[in-house]
């Protein structure tokens, strides 16, 4: 399937959502982007060793389905939702099932695209060196996620009943 259906997907959560609910993903999304913003700071030498060492290995020959998933591309719409079409624009050139380098490296090659605090969970906290020194950082952003994949799991209940009472309050006769 890859991970244009997950981008479809996420798309749809957004929408369906309540205004109130709206509120509380906006609310979570902001301490997602505290805790990547406090874990980008701390982790300048780590990220440094990755640009000169590895120089963005970690993007290339990927799975990018197994990186990317719909609680991050919920949060990536979310704050960053001016990269919409451009992710859109990406996604059509995805090749699902095969590894290839991440498709959204600027011009194919990097550096991402996306804004540093927009990014997926895995791209943010994971490392190519020794992350003792950051690890109370990597386990802040994750547990923000985890809050925010929750948040979307106990919606889609409420999601799928909005969308039945839709159905049938627009049926004449029913």
């Known amino acids: 399937m890859g991970i244009k259906a997950d981008f479809e997907e996420a798309e749809r959560i957004i ?3 309540r205004p109130a609910d709206r509120v509380t993903l906006c609310k979570i999304c902001d301490e997602i ?3 990547e913003a406090d874990l980008l700071k701390q982790a300048e030498n780590n990220m440094d060793h990755c640009i000169k060492a590895c120089e963005g290995l970690c993007c290339r020959n990927i799975q990018l389905e197994a990186i990317i998933g719909v609680w991050d591309l919920v949060y990536i719409l979310t704050v960053a939702d001016a990269f919409h079409d451009r992710m859109a624009a990406c996604l ?4 699902p099932f095969y590894a290839a380098d991440c498709i959204f490296l600027e011009n194919g090659v990097g550096p991402c695209l996306l804004p540093a605090t927009a990014r997926a969970e895995v791209c943010l906290t994971t490392f190519c060196s020794r992350t003792d020194a950051i690890d109370r950082e990597i386990r802040r ?3 923000k996620f985890y809050k925010l ?3 979307i799991a106990t919606r889609k209940p409420r999601m799928a009943l909005d969308r039945m009472r839709w159905l049938l309050g627009s049926r004449p006769g029913i």
Request: glycine share 6%; charged share 25%.
């Open 15 to 17: 929408a369906a959502l």
């Open 33 to 35: 982007q505290a805790a």
């Open 92 to 95: 059509e050139n995805e090749i």
């Open 141 to 143: 952003v994750k547990r």
């Open 149 to 151: 994949g929750w948040f």
